[in-house]
């Protein structure tokens, strides 16, 4: 379970740098050269999905709710934005979700 929560995590970091960098060329002025590592980002990003052990639907529903908090996390540490209570609440449906998804009896 944390094997898979982990791949989760490492996943959702991969394709938010992979966006984020052309976010920094297109809207912060950044060198265009950041869409090399962006296109490296996001062609790990889809690997890393290709490596949990059930079936893509599922994975990538799953995948969905760890996203969300990751992207929290990069709001607060990244961005410099603390989430809000809501924010952390909705994180929290998310995350359950996501187990129910993963880790119910098949």
């Known amino acids: 379970m944390l094997k898979t929560f982990v791949l989760f995590v490492v996943t959702a970091l991969a394709e938010i740098i992979g966006c984020y960098l052309p976010y920094l060329w ?3 002025g950044g060198s265009i050269l950041l869409l090399l590592p962006a296109a490296v980002s996001l062609a790990a990003f889809a690997w890393l999905l290709s490596l949990h052990p059930t079936a893509a639907g599922r994975v990538y529903a799953a995948y ?3 996203y969300i908090a990751v992207a929290l996390g990069w709001l607060w540490l990244v961005d410099g934005i603390r989430p809000t209570h809501w924010d952390v609440i909705g994180v929290i449906v998310a995350l359950v979700g996501m187990a129910i998804i993963m880790f119910a009896p098949r």
């Open 26 to 28: 297109l809207k912060k």
């Open 64 to 66: 969905g709710g760890v």
